[in-house]
Every structure is written in structure tokens, then in C-alpha cells.
């Protein structure tokens, strides 16, 4: 190998070496999950023109279960939704109507699958957006979503589906075992 011929390949493998060791990777990480298997916490649910204040919690099996404060009228109102179907108690009435009456607009439907959706991580995108980490995604019955969390804490902030106009803010999140 000729000197100059030397010269050019040192050139070029330096050159490859300071290009390539200012590369970061940019992939997504999303080993961890962006929500605990079970938590509770206070949400603020604005859905169109109606806004409510409740008590929600997750359950390690699924379950997610809301009960409503606000409206007065509504207060203690408890939606049980799986993912097979819903139950709603009040009064010390209980009534679990057939899933094809429920419709998947429904606050408490978007929430529970769209935290569904988040356990599996091939059915979601993450992009880091300052402090905060943002989850967006499409939920098995087609209600596509953005949920925002604390990125080095995990705590959520913001659930919001835009076509179905819901937005849910939380607080006195907990996660639970």
C-alpha cells in the first residue's frame, strides 16, 4: 500500500470515528412502561360541554374503575369498565348493560383502553417534549391518543383524544401494587 493511499484511509477512518462519536441514539425507549399496572388518582375529565371531577383507579388485572364527584348530582356514581364490559353503580342500584349499548366514545371506555394500549409498546410512539414524555397511539377500537407524563417521575398529566374531545388531567396520582 502506497503512503498516499495510507494517508487517505487514515483520513477517512478518523473522519468516520469523529462523525460517528457524535451520534446519539435517538430511538425510542420504551422498555419501560408509561404507566404503572395499578394506580390511583383524582382526575378532571372536560368531555365537549360537559366537565366532571373523579376518583379513578387501575387495577393490576385491568380493571378501571371511576367514581364521579362532580357533577353533585352525580357524585358516587362508580363506572367498573374491563375489557369486556361495563358496570355502572349508583344509589345502590347496579346495572351492567350489554357491551354492544355502550358506546366506545364513552370517558371511561377511552380511559381503560387507551391504558391498555399502553402496556404493549409496539402500539404506541414516545417522544421526549422538554420535562415530559409524550405517548401517542391508537387504542384496539380506533380512538387515537396523547398521553403526557413526568418523564423522570412517570406521574401522568394529561390523556387527551382529540376527535372525541376528552381531555383528562390528573392529580394525587399513587401508583399501587
Known amino acids: 500500500m502506497t503512503p498516499v493511499l495510507r494517508r ?3 483520513a477517512l477512518a478518523a473522519g ?4 460517528c462519536c457524535g451520534c446519539q441514539n435517538n430511538t425510542d425507549d420504551k422498555t419501560a412502561k408509561p404507566i404503572a399496572d395499578a394506580f390511583s388518582a383524582t382526575v378532571a375529565i372536560s368531555q365537549g360541554a360537559f366537565s366532571y371531577t ?5 387495577r ?4 378501571f374503575v371511576t367514581t364521579l ?6 357524585n ?3 363506572i367498573t369498565q374491563t375489557a369486556d364490559n361495563c358496570s355502572f353503580a349508583f344509589a345502590g342500584l347496579n346495572l351492567q348493560p350489554p357491551p354492544s349499548l355502550l358506546p366506545d366514545a364513552a370517558f371511561s371506555s377511552c380511559m381503560q383502553k387507551a391504558f391498555e394500549t399502553l402496556l404493549d409498546s409496539t402500539r404506541f410512539v414516545a ?4 420535562t415530559d414524555m409524550v405517548y401517542s397511539g391508537r387504542t384496539e377500537n380506533g380512538n387515537n391518543f396523547t398521553f403526557t407524563a413526568e418523564k423522570d417521575t412517570g406521574v401522568p398529566l394529561t390523556l387527551e383524544f382529540p ?14 401494587s
Open 8 to 10: 487517505v484511509l487514515f
Open 127 to 130: 417522544a421526549q417534549h422538554g
Open 16 to 19: 468516520l470515528l469523529l462523525f
Open 69 to 74: 364527584k362532580e357533577p353533585a348530582a352525580l
Open 54 to 58: 373523579a376518583e379513578i383507579s387501575k
Open 76 to 78: 358516587g356514581l362508580t
Open 60 to 63: 393490576a388485572d385491568g380493571t
Open 163 to 176: 376527535e372525541r374531545q376528552l381531555t383528562v388531567t390528573f392529580s394525587d396520582y399513587k401508583a399501587t
